[in-house]
């Protein structure tokens, strides 16, 4: 059931995707502007972003900076706005990493994947969402969360906890837009291969590319689905895994995140 608009046409669909350097939002930026789409590519590594930027310079408006930042926000927005005058679509795709189990985690990990993955991503929304209410009808924001966020998980002990509020953040979004004309899409994907996940030192099952990540997150926006969670083979596993009660659960993701 689609649940927001469906795209048929990405040609002069302005869009800004936050963490495009890198992974999926790098493959995303790359799809969209194939299609035909005006994108705005953020992150805070300005060469690669800027090395983009140098294949599709009539197409691409470079805005690096740091989601952290509440300031840095605000300035690159302004800056969008000046260049664009609207934007249609936001993508947040910037996230931070780093496999955390009780004996390894620290008040500094815990801050930097809050600061970037909760905090930042939220920024963002409150950043461009005045704009998108008085505009109504057409405007979409788009959230990757992780399939980390469904059930607790051996060495994602913050990073988990992160996804799952975005996750909740999405929904309750939707609630609040849907009824406005907005789009909200929640993108829940499995393994996917970027410079974030080679830091795991166990077998990642149903482990696919950021190419691939690409093409079924812009399938599942052109048929307004508002969860778009793959590889299914795996996403549909964890789904039906968070069902179980707690013990068979427990049992079964005991040994998950051992090499």
Partial sequence: MSLNPRISSWKNRRIWIIGASSGIGHALASQLLQRGAQVA???????????????????????????????????????????????????????????????????????????????????????????????????????????????????????????????????????????????????NPGFVDTPLTRQNDFRMPALITPETAALRILAGMEKGHFEIHFPRRFTLWLKLLRQLPYWLRFHLLRNMGHP
């Fill in 41 to 187: 590519l953020s992150s805070r590594n300005a060469g690669k972003l800027q090395a983009m930027a140098g294949i599709w310079p009539q197409k691409t408006l470079v805005l690096p900076f740091d989601i952290r930042d509440k300031a840095s926000w605000q300035k690159a927005y302004a800056s969008l706005q000046k260049n664009w005058n609207s934007l249609d679509h936001l993508i947040l795709c910037a996230a931070d990493y780093a496999p955390v189990r009780a004996d390894s985690i620290t008040a500094e990990n815990v801050r930097s994947m809050v600061d970037t993955n909760v905090i930042g991503v939220m920024s963002g929304v409150a950043t461009v969402m005045p704009d998108f209410l008085k505009a109504g009808n057409g405007a979409a924001i788009s959230v990757i969360a992780s399939v980390a966020g469904y059930t607790g998980l051996p060495k994602a002990l913050v990073y988990g906890p992160t996804k799952a509020a975005l996750i909740n953040f999405t929904e309750s979004l939707y609630l609040d837009v849907h009824p406005q004309g907005l789009a909200v899409h929640l993108i």
